[in-house]
């Protein structure tokens, strides 16, 4: 099963495709799609709720990655799935939080940029990571700023297709 671009899964209660789903329309862009008895959903406004069916999200075609896939390991998926749920993020931070390497997730990060499973953010200001400072801005310097990919997300869906 893969999503179309704008939905993404909500890892708190996990909907598979027999659940009677809702859409939570998220400050980052997306809609995360809930089970509909999800506990989370009581504390969201209310505003932000969509109604949704699994045949609106689903999309027709079968992705298939390129040959390259194989060429990524455990910690490449888990830097690609800190950036889908962070959304624009450096390096150093990711190591702290991922617990790695630092240099090691430098390398990582030029490798994903290099396969374009991860796109260099332009020097600009931008909001501050997500769930840290509500309506804070920075201004992008000093470090190198990534976001996942079209391709990225791609890459991710089908890795979790393999799982299920």
Known sequence: MRLKEAYILANCCSPRDKDRIVGYYSHDNFIKVHRFDCANLS???STRLV???WQDII???EFVPDSDFDDLDEVDFAIM???QHFGVDYSLVVADILGLDKQAVFEHHRKLRDMG???RV???MMQY???IVKNKWIKHRNHTYYELTEKGRDYLA???GLKS
């Open 81 to 83: 799935r800190h950036h």
């Open 43 to 45: 504390n969201v406004e």
């Open 122 to 124: 332009k020097p600009v």
């Open 158 to 160: 089908h890795k979790s």
């Open 129 to 131: 990571r997500k769930n």
């Open 59 to 61: 999309t027709e075609n």
């Open 117 to 119: 499973l991860l796109a």
């Open 51 to 53: 109604q949704l069916s």
